[in-house]
């Protein structure tokens, strides 16, 4: 490690005790208690959680405290800003570079070479980070076994999400693992060192090289991949066949479902399930199937294992599903698994999207017969996330351009609303939350109006007791009800709930 002359010298000492932390959140609470502002590229630290203990220390102690343990140097100005990078790059953001340029009078050590073209310097960094040695477990009491376990998240890195279904990939060993739908991962590696390679569809692949000293966990983030088309390769799904023995299962993600053409503008994750082999539709202009010969009340639809039972909207032109909601969707259509009790025909479990864990987002579109908004964000950075989207319908008109008297009268309507929250007890705990509700009205030429609705609260209890083993304790409640109301003096309304559980 190469340490830089101190610009702003100053004698106040601070003291921090800090466990089991990322590298960001260290660096957040030494700003916020020095007053110092501290740049650094995201892609020079690994994200394992590391531990800091400082007493009475400089600033120039602290940060040589800091990144003891990594191949980084710093300088620190008289402004109170810190620069920590690589020793042979700097990723010149544009906070940063207008900063050099105001500062270029001042003599800098060592010579750090500053490069013109950011494409470059991403480059270059990116490699130093994959090729970087992460040490896991004590160095100093290694682990007496042949292999350890190694755990731990594979997530975006735009949004701090899990990514379901990415596959991790020992080198040495020549075993993989697939990352659950929480992104959590545990595979057993060799003691030593090991080359992981971590991959999923629609992400740029990436490796990390692991000394392994005992059990331990680490976070691998992964970018979007937007390649320049060149070639057309078209690979089977080897890995799937090798790393499960789970027959008759379709995998769909959010990213799948949004390619496929959509009516009215709206992506619909029960139309995407009619292109799979084996699937039919029960009729037209409607979002029921049928799988192998099976009839649509034998299928078992669960949203993040709340019991859907009826996935329709507008006489079947929409499905029950905010698209922008889901995260992934699996049909199981043969040997299906025994958690879900036993079904005929088959079972769609369709999970929805943690909230954007790193800043708040939201969107909003108008169609021509539906209207929506989705919000996303932190609610306690690197703790609670919210998701939370709503969609409703203005159809009416449109009935109204019919021609015929009769059905000029009729309307329909739905709406409904999706509402999601995650929170991190510790690194071991994570509490869930997730609420939906839906409800359609319609009535067609006459005096009756049909009115069905969806209710649905699951909560989810997610423990880690070790890198082997980690248990998920699921509870909700879900409801269906049915009504139909006629005109005074004409038919004799009445209501039905006709599932609750």
Same mark, same amino acid.
């Given at each position: 490690?190469?340490?830089? $002359? ?10 921090? /005790? ?11 609470? !030494?700003? @916020? ?8 590229? $995201? ?40 620069? !920590? ?17 105001? *500062? ?7 010579? %750090? ?6 494409? =470059? ?24 076994? %042949? ?69 331990? /966990?680490? !976070?691998?983030?992964?970018?979007? #991949? ?40 709206? $992506?619909? =994750? ?27 009340? /034998? ?25 922008? /909601? ?10 299906? $698994? ?17 909230? #954007? ?34 969609? *409703? @319908? ?11 008297? !009769? ?26 939350? *997730? ?38 304790? *699921? ?27």
């Amino acid at each position: 490690m190469s340490v830089q $002359p101190l610009l702003a010298q100053e004698n106040k000492v601070y003291s921090f /005790q800090m466990r089991e932390l990322k590298f960001e959140t260290i660096v957040d609470s !030494i700003q @916020s208690k020095t007053g110092y502002r501290i740049y650094f590229d $995201p892609l020079s630290v690994d994200t394992l959680l590391q531990s800091f203990v400082v007493d009475s220390m400089t600033i120039e102690g602290v940060i040589q405290t800091l990144i003891s343990s990594k191949p980084l140097q710093f300088y620190i100005t008289k402004q109170k800003q810190i620069f !920590i990078f690589d020793r042979a790059t700097v990723l010149m953001s544009e906070e940063l570079a207008k900063f050099w340029r105001q *500062t270029q009078n001042e003599k800098l050590e060592p010579a %750090a070479v500053l490069l013109k073209q950011q494409e =470059v310097v991403v480059k270059t960094v990116v490699e130093q980070s994959e090729n970087k040695l992460i040490e896991v477990g004590s160095k100093e009491k290694p682990s007496n076994a %042949a292999k350890i376990t190694l755990a731990g998240y594979i997530k975006d890195v735009n949004d701090g999400s899990g990514i379901v279904g990415a596959t991790v990939y020992a080198v040495n060993t020549k075993v993989g693992v697939v990352t659950d739908p929480f992104g959590f991962f545990s595979i057993k590696i060799p003691l030593g060192r090991t080359t992981l390679n971590i991959s999923s569809a629609g992400m740029k692949p990436s490796r990390r090289e692991i000394m392994a000293y005992g059990d331990g /966990q680490i !976070i691998v983030e992964l970018k979007e #991949n937007v390649p320049t088309l060149k070639a057309v390769t078209i690979v089977a799904e080897k890995n799937s066949n090798v790393r499960r023995m789970q027959m008759g299962v379709e995998k769909l993600t959010a990213r799948n479902i949004k390619l496929v053409p959509v009516l009215l503008g709206e $992506p619909d =994750v029960l139309r995407v399930l009619l292109t799979l082999p084996g699937v039919t539709s029960v009729g037209e202009a409607s979002t029921g199937f049928n799988v192998r010969g099976g009839s649509t009340d /034998q299928n078992l639809i669960l949203l993040n294992d709340a019991t859907i039972y009826n996935p329709s909207h507008v006489f079947g032109f929409f499905s029950a599903f905010n698209p922008d /909601q889901i995260k992934s969707a699996e049909l199981y259509k043969s040997a299906i $698994p025994e958690r879900y009790g036993g079904r005929l025909s088959s079972v769609l479990d369709i999970t929805t999207r943690d909230g #954007n864990a790193k800043k708040w987002t939201g969107s909003a579109g108008i169609g021509p017969l539906t209207s929506k908004f989705n919000l996303e964000g932190p609610i306690v950075k690197d703790k609670t996330t919210l998701l939370v989207g709503a969609r *409703t @319908s203005y159809s009416d008109w449109i009935i109204k351009q019919i021609p015929d008297p !009769i059905y000029k009268k009729s309307s329909a309507s739905f709406y409904d609303v999706n509402l999601h929250l995650s929170h991190k007890f510790s690194k071991k705990d994570d509490l869930y939350l *997730t609420i939906y509700k839906s409800a359609d009205q319609f009535r067609l030429g006459n005096d009756t109006t049909f009115s069905y609705a969806n209710q649905n609260i699951v909560a989810k209890w997610k423990h880690v007791f070790n890198n082997k083993l980690y248990s998920t304790l *699921t509870a909700g409640q879900d409801e269906y009800s049915y009504r139909v109301k006629g005109d005074e003096g004409t038919v004799r309304g009445y209501q039905t709930m006709a599932c609750k559980k």
